[in-house]
């Protein structure tokens, strides 16, 4: 004991040099704690440090530091000190609810984007008054300013510590390192790798936000836990914008909505498997109608494929593989089958049905394919995240020469797509070539290049992901921003230089011998299904009148103008216009709501001036109260927008 004290304080005397920054050095005895170096340096915002970064790696402000090293101070309005500030929170929780909840079992309190949650096992489910007491005892707890101190031991102690904890004891196990660490507050302990706040007091605005159920591990097969979601924020500005754009999400939430306007509804005989109802499937069909119309414009066909194939043909192209977990399998007289989770297999067997010649391509094979993958329960969501859904797939196979002019022109294609859906911004990403890549560097680097040059030529903006494309090939990944400034990736553009040579594809080139052609995977919208969950979102379920599933309603102010609706709803079906008719015996301000809360773009209401001048008074979603307009005219006018897939309306031109 003696010995090793000498020889500590030996240590401690050796100098170790710590920068922070190029030509800010000081020297500091080894072991000196990073907070310590830190107060030493004389930094402005020290109290706005929650961490620092020792070659990307993050530690705790207790961290010691043992030999030279670079330090990088991380403050809240780093993303990593933002999350850390979260999680903290999180364990905050979790010490509340475990002082108000005796016999309550913690799981997993991970940070998410925009906030975190905790994951727990209480004796009977949380309601929503719990929050607020909960919230209350978190005061307390950050009041109480509650040292934070990370410990380290074995596994076997941790088992210890954590006895009759079911699911920290499967954490612990999981470990693959003989050490793990501890994060103490007060009486409350948990396992965590951290880095932590230094006290609970250094914890600021929070608000936790909902319960919901959550299979540990989000597999329906594992006891169904109860998930507390909540944020936090450094100041109470940024918490209330957050809130304010919460809120606003949680009103166009698509399941709700969906069931509202009456588009969807999901089931438990079907779980992850969507249901389109009648005015769901107008939509949804207004949407391929167009996608297809667009195919043969650019000169694409369509093929179709099995959703059963046999078994062998995933081994041959991959799948087994790479994707089995997320594959359904069955068996008929003795030979197994996959349910296809892409559409690639099929449209290569097509391709193989006969000699190509470098006349034919390049190849357009468009599929609207319906393809299902096995998520886990816990992460089925809605329409975001479903296990069956329609691909608006295709293959593009093309002779090397050719991959820059297709590479423009589907990038082209995407983005006319999303102007039509009223998605003007997106952001794009390049994602490159990765250690365990296939094929020849000269073909990845020729193929890298006309992906960057095909995006120069399009002028537009772009980010490269070093080293994120597939092992097959490089790709470009599309995000566009919805009205709230949320991202969703959609459209993927793919080059693959590996299925080809899987199935040995060729073609016969200008030199009469067989060369491979390369083939590109592409979808513009992703999920069909997914796609309009966004819409409906985006929208807040007033879709453009082309997509709305009613665009018209007619509205007779009595019975006697009844003939009168019934010719126009004539007139206007024959052009291809949707539109019913509300001949209830309600007044007409209650029809006027009635639509209005079911979005439909048009109301036009029918009395004795608009029968005796062949009128219809023209009343917009938007409040926007046009009055008599000619009949004709009015036609005319919806249309146009029809045929112009129009997101804004000519006719109300103050609605959205
Ligand atoms: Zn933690
Ligand atoms: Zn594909």
């Known amino acids: 004991m003696r010995t090793g004290n000498k020889q500590d304080r030996r240590d401690n005397n050796e100098l170790i040099e710590i920068k922070i920054s190029p030509d800010n050095v000081k020297k500091f005895h080894k072991n000196v704690s990073a907070i310590e170096v830190l107060k030493s340096f004389d930094i402005a915002n020290l109290e706005e440090v929650v961490a620092i970064r020792i070659n990307d790696k993050l530690l705790d402000l207790s961290h010691i530091i043992t030999e030279n090293a670079v330090l990088e101070p991380v403050t809240y309005k780093d993303e990593d000190g933002l999350n850390i500030l979260r999680h903290t929170t999180a364990h905050v929780m979790a010490n509340a609810v475990y002082e108000l909840f005796p016999g309550v079992k ?3 309190g991970p940070t998410i984007k925009n906030g975190f949650y905790y994951d727990f096992d209480p004796q009977k489910p949380f309601i929503p008054e719990d929050l607020e007491k909960i919230e209350k005892r978190m005061r307390e707890i950050v009041k109480k300013d509650i040292s934070i101190i990370r410990k380290q031991v074995n596994k076997e102690e941790a088992k210890n510590i954590f006895s009759g904890e079911t699911y920290k004891q499967h954490l612990i196990n999981d470990i693959e390192e003989d050490i793990v660490s501890l994060y103490e507050q007060g009486d409350f302990i948990d396992l965590c790798r951290g880095p932590h706040l230094p006290s609970t007091g250094k914890v600021k605005i929070f608000k936790l936000l909902s319960i919901a159920g959550a299979y540990w591990r989000g597999n329906e097969r594992n006891p169904m836990l109860q998930r507390i979601y909540g944020t936090a924020f450094t100041t109470r500005e940024e918490l209330e914008e957050y809130l304010q754009k919460f809120r606003e999400a949680a009103k166009r939430d698509h399941r709700k909505l969906g069931r509202e306007l009456d588009l969807y509804s999901f089931h438990k005989e079907g779980p992850g498997f969507p249901f389109f109802h009648p005015k769901g499937m107008i939509v949804i069909n207004s949407i391929l109608d167009f996608l297809k119309e667009e195919l043969l414009k650019r000169g694409y066909e369509q093929v179709g494929t099995p959703i059963l194939l046999d078994k062998n043909l995933w081994q041959m192209s991959g799948h087994w593989d790479h994707y089995k977990e997320l594959m359904y399998f069955l068996e008929k007289s003795g030979r197994e089958f996959a349910v296809k989770p892409m559409n690639c297999p099929g449209g290569v067997l097509i391709y193989r049905t006969k000699p190509r010649s470098y006349k034919d391509m390049p190849l357009k094979w468009a599929e609207l394919g319906i393809v299902h993958r096995y998520e886990l329960s816990g992460v089925l969501h809605g329409l975001f995240r479903v296990r069956g859904f329609t691909q608006d797939d295709a293959h593009i196979f093309c002779l090397p020469s050719q991959i820059e002019q297709q590479l423009i022109e589907t990038i082209d294609f995407v983005i006319y797509i999303y102007d039509k859906f009223g998605f003007k911004e997106y952001k794009i990403e390049l994602s490159t070539r990765p250690d365990d890549y296939m094929g020849s560097l000269d073909i990845w680097e020729r193929a890298e290049a006309a992906l960057k040059d095909a995006l120069d030529h399009k002028d537009v903006e772009y980010t490269i992901n070093t080293g994120e494309g597939a092992f097959y090939g490089p790709k470009i990944d599309f995000h566009i ?9 959609c459209a993927t ?4 230089f590996a299925m080809p040579e899987a199935f040995d594809l060729h073609y016969t080139g200008e030199d009469n011998a067989k060369h491979r052609p390369v083939m590109i995977h592409r979808t513009i919208l992703g999920s069909i299904e997914r796609f309009l969950g966004i819409l409906v979102e985006h929208y807040e379920g007033a879709f453009p009148t082309w997509l709305a599933p009613v665009q018209v309603i007619l509205i007779p102010i009595t ?12 007139y206007l079906q024959k052009t291809g216009v949707r539109v019913d008719l509300d001949d209830r015996m ?10 209005q809360v079911m979005k439909i773009p048009y109301m036009l209401v029918i009395g004795d001036k608009e029968v005796s001048k062949n009128c219809v008074a023209v009343r917009c979603r938007s409040e926007l109260d046009l009055g008599p307009i000619p009949v004709e005219k009015f036609l005319e006018e919806i249309d146009l927008e029809l045929k112009n897939r129009s997101t804004k309306s000519k006719v109300c031109h103050k609605d959205d």
């Open 481 to 489: 921003f919805d009205n709230l400034g949320r991202t969703w990736q």
């Open 586 to 595: 309600e007044t007409v301000s209650k029809k006027i709501r009635d639509a």
């Open 493 to 496: 553009i793919q080059l693959d």
């Open 106 to 108: 913690i799981a997993i």
């Open 559 to 570: 019975d006697e103008h009844k003939n009168f609706s019934l010719k126009v709803m004539d």
